[in-house]
């Protein structure tokens, strides 16, 4: 969720997002009533709805969220108009991006500038293992068996799937962390050897870098975690946001930020957010298209110029996951991660939800029509082809967006009509 406020309902959470797109909507309409080039228009929506946030009781995430939604529509629809891809487009500016408006680090610059001279054919899966998922096949009692003809535990995505490269979340209880931590080296290891990787996900959940430390402390110190250090290659946002970006509190990101590279994620809710963590001693932020497309071309280029117009690493773009889901959140999430040059990006959809049966057979058939290489069916469901650790994904440049074929509008509720029973959650 992007407000992670304690004791607030999952419900009342659905209400804040469907208001801030509606929101977003009618800002964007204002904005783009009159032609404009599209980043023009795009800065003074952005500045118009989180300008209005606080008064409204959105979160920066989430009126990044609200702005990210209808930007991606208007995207696709420049796109579509010039008959060409998302990537082609961002490469031709075709979107009028102008980094020097933005941050003085881009003046003179535009996306071709920073950004690989080709989009990713393929990216690797990096593999989200939260909290509560099952390490071991051991570990699932009978009764919590899915039997759906899919992985379940990490050990069994290991051998089904071959992911090397995982997300692992930690919960700020030092004991559990650690034992987690230790089996899921142990089962890397044995499949791949020294040969995988890993990010770390604070996930908010420390009120400081020393408290982080502690863990990392911990981690160094275990001869059986020594290969799984040298792996991990970015630790994720372990500050909650209220304090994150904080300079009284993040004295010791900076020493940290010397072990391994440590990026926000919650905490880029705004367009200058990552340019200001950059100061602090971050040395990274993740891509997510519900924080925005355009945000993330533009993080890109901070990222770039940081690195000496690409000359070095030091400084690192992840792609995350909110969960994304087919058709267009995964695809169009994928297409900017290929866009931004992305080799490994977190996913999960495909772990936890079951591929695409929740829209109408028709439109799963399309999908696996026009993506063959990205979809497959397999146990009884259209579902992300996940091969050798890799998605697949040349077929996502198309015209458009990442997606060839446009929903079923007609077989879908307007906000209006749709009912948070609908989806049988009691919270």
């Not at 880029?268 to 040395?283: C, F, P």
Request: with cysteine; hydrophobic share 40%.
């Amino acid at each position: 969720m992007f407000d992670k406020t304690r004791g607030k309902q999952v419900s009342q959470q659905f209400d804040e997002m469907l208001a801030v797109i509606t929101a977003a909507e009618a800002v964007f309409r204002v904005e783009f009533a009159q032609p404009i080039a599209y980043f023009a228009g795009w800065r003074a929506a952005e500045a118009r709805i989180h300008g209005i946030a606080p008064e409204r009781g959105f979160t920066p995430l989430l009126a990044s969220f609200g702005v990210s939604l209808v930007e991606r529509g208007i995207m696709d629809a420049i796109c579509r108009a010039a008959g060409v891809s998302f990537a082609r487009a961002v490469r031709e500016n075709l979107f009028a991006i102008d980094g020097g408006a933005a941050h003085p680090d881009l003046q003179d610059h535009a996306p071709a500038d920073w950004l690989p001279a080709a989009p990713q054919q393929r990216v690797f899966v990096r593999h989200t293992i939260g909290l509560a998922d099952p390490l071991t096949t051991a570990e699932i009692p009978p009764e919590d068996r899915l039997h759906d003809g899919m992985p379940q535990a990490l050990e069994e995505y290991l051998a089904d799937s071959g992911v090397r490269y995982f997300k692992v979340k930690v919960s700020n209880q030092l004991d559990r962390d650690l034992e987690r931590l230790r089996t899921i080296a142990a089962l890397a290891e044995n499949r791949w050897g020294a040969d995988y990787r890993a990010t770390l996900d604070g996930n908010e959940q420390y009120k400081s870098a020393e408290e982080f430390d502690r863990l990392i402390d911990a981690i160094e110190s275990d001869a059986k975690l020594g290969t799984f250090w040298s792996n991990v290659l970015v630790i994720e946002q372990p500050l909650e946001r209220k304090i994150a970006l904080d300079a009284d509190h993040t004295a010791g990101i900076r020493e940290l930020g010397k072990r391994k590279p440590v990026i926000i994620d919650e905490s880029d809710g705004t367009h200058d957010a990552y340019a200001a963590a950059l100061e602090l001693g971050y040395r990274g932020v993740s891509s997510k298209n519900c924080k925005g497309a355009v945000r993330s071309l533009l993080n890109s280029g901070l990222t770039w110029r940081r690195n000496d117009h690409g000359r070095r690493s030091d400084f690192v773009m992840t792609g995350e996951d909110l969960c994304s889901v087919g058709i267009i959140p995964v695809q169009s999430d994928l297409c900017l991660a290929a866009t931004l040059g992305l080799g490994h990006v977190e996913r999960n959809g495909h772990h936890y939800h079951p591929g695409l049966s929740y829209l109408p057979p028709t439109q799963q058939r399309a999908a696996l029509a026009a993506h063959p290489d990205f979809y497959e069916e397999r146990a009884g469901a259209i579902r992300p082809r996940l091969r050798d650790g890799c998605f697949q994904i040349a077929s996502l440049q198309c015209v458009g967006y990442g997606f060839a074929i446009e929903p079923a509008f007609d077989s879908m509720q307007s906000p209006d009509e749709w009912d948070y029973a609908s989806l049988g959650i009691d919270t």
